[in-house]
């Protein structure tokens, strides 16, 4: 009788283990890519914790487009996706969710863990938003703009194309900056008018404000080095998701001392993160 309640027990055990497994999606920021992560060293210490690769996930004309790399589902699958980083954020949001539906289609039993860097922050939390927990049962955003970053403001000025001195400010910032980089953020209009501080009537001061799925929520502060103090791209304070009026007192943040870019480290973290996790139920 015995040996039946402890094989019973251990068949409990195994069903709640694959039910509470992590999937965990990594999702880039302004102008990265699927590749940001691999390029930064992340994947490579996340690998090292027995998370295994098992596609990309991309957009087109006939919905998600998947692109597998393992040759066999892994038990620690991670997926990375590719979002339209210049477009408002409403649109990447849209993509993601698909994307993210798809992920739980291939893992129907797996609570989803999303990691997201940057600008890909605040278009996790759209995403979440708009569609719901879609599956996601942890986001952690690692140096977002949760509050805007006065650097998109000074990219719009910059390739503003109103006044009467507008062509010369063309002239000097297209000769200051080079014609790929004016192109570059002259199309990325869209995604930059997002990511301005909020005010009363614009995505952030929005955002901010709307009711959020009752998941977990980590933000990563960003503030910076011994030699680089700060985050030159996002003041640490906007990282701070525990300071946006439908979350306060619901995130756990954590600061790190180092620049805005994705590093090794970052593997490290999402990591650990995850491996104290409690186990629960998918939203």
Known sequence: MKKWLLLAFLLALITQRAATADV?????GYLGTAHSWAEAGVMARLHQRGYRHAGNLGYGAAGVVVQPVAKAPPD??????NLPSQAPIVVQADWLAAQLREVGRRHPKAAIALAAHSAGGVAARMALVRHGALGVDHLITI?????GTGRAVQALDATSGGGLFAPIKRWLV???????VYAT????RGVLV???PPAPGNLLFWLN???????RYTSIMRIGT??????QVVPPLSQDLNRAPALAGRVKTYSMAQGHLLTPRDGDLIGNLLAARPAAATP
């Open 209 to 215: 404000r709307q009711p959020h799925p009752p998941i």
């Open 185 to 188: 953020v002259a199309q990325s």
């Open 24 to 28: 965990l999606v990594l999702v880039h």
């Open 194 to 196: 997002d990511l301005t």
């Open 226 to 231: 011994f030699y680089m103090p700060g985050d």
């Open 143 to 147: 140096a977002t703009p949760h509050f």
């Open 76 to 81: 620690k699958p991670m997926y990375t996706v």
């Open 174 to 180: 297209r000769r200051t900056t080079g014609d790929a």
